[in-house]
């Protein structure tokens, strides 16, 4: 075992190599920090985790070294300290206990949970974000035999539930493509799905339907889409754009099928947004 002063404290530029003994006993934030300690400067470091048998280890254990494991980049600081709050659980942060339900409702469910109790007891209004619904008859997804391991396919579906602009839509597609080798057609129209999400959800655009011959927009009350740009799409191309009395947009993509719907759908919507 070691002390906290080498966890938290020791700066050796020249060390290159820490040996750690029964690595199961540390928590992951503790294994994380000392293995920092060596590679601070030009030198290739090596960090060697001690564990008994593996059927010893306890399930935890054995979770947080899976987890060292897979985030051994520079910079996976962040993916580390998610997966350890998912393998200890967040706790009742504004309760008087120290446990929480977080694996029962999802990380993300519960930071919203708990954003919406916050700005309840502050008395703020808290504006219901708008979640598209994107309806499509695609396979859009990762294959197991791209990414074999469930864990990582798990991490990076939970990265793009959460993304927010296309940029990190396409960061995610080149990592997938820089690890896993080029993309399958599932994991292509997966990201072109969640590309297309993204856009609406800007666009204040409630449903989107994919058919083969036409796409269908729904927008919400709240859209941010201005009636001269839908006028304007109806004035251009009045035989491929439809305006129903609900305020429901229709464009057609071609005949026969020919057009791929996703690219129709993403091109309305960049021009809806101009």
């Avoid at 598209?132 to 197991?144: G, M, T």
């Avoid at 990414?147 to 939970?158: E, K, L, N």
């Avoid at 940029?167 to 080149?174: H, L, P, R, S, V």
């Amino acid at each position: 075992m070691c002390t906290t002063i080498i966890e938290s404290g020791l700066d050796f530029p020249s060390a290159n190599t820490i040996l750690i003994n029964r690595a199961d006993k540390l928590g992951l934030a503790q294994i994380y920090q000392l293995r920092g300690r060596v590679g601070r400067g030009d030198e290739q470091a090596y960090a060697y985790l001690f564990i008994p048998h593996e059927n010893a280890l306890t399930r935890h254990a054995q979770k947080r070294l899976k987890v060292l494991m897979e985030h051994s980049d520079l910079g996976s600081g962040f993916q580390i300290a998610m997966s350890d709050l998912q393998i200890r659980g967040g706790g009742t942060i504004l309760g008087p206990t120290q446990s929480g339900q977080i694996a029962s409702v999802g990380h993300e469910m519960y930071l919203q949970l708990m954003e919406r109790t916050m700005a309840e007891l502050k008395g703020e209004p808290l504006e219901a974000a708008i979640e598209p619904e994107i309806v499509a008859n695609l396979s859009a997804y990762i294959p197991e035999n791209y990414v074999s391991h469930i864990d990582q396919r798990m991490t990076f579906y939970r990265r793009l539930a959460k993304v927010m602009d296309t940029a990190e839509i396409q960061d995610i597609g080149k990592e997938l493509a820089d690890r896993f080798g080029p993309l399958p057609q599932e994991t292509k129209t997966l990201l072109e799905k969640i590309l297309l999400k993204v856009l609406c959800k800007k666009l204040g655009i409630a449903r989107l339907e994919l058919g083969e011959r036409k796409v269908v927009f729904s927008f919400s009350e709240k859209t941010r889409v201005t009636t001269q740009k839908v006028m304007g799409l109806l004035q251009q191309a009045p035989k491929r754009f439809r305006l129903t009395s609900d305020y429901v947009l229709q464009a057609d993509i071609g005949a026969g099928g020919n057009a791929d719907p996703l690219d129709a759908a993403k091109k309305v919507l960049q021009d809806l947004a101009v």
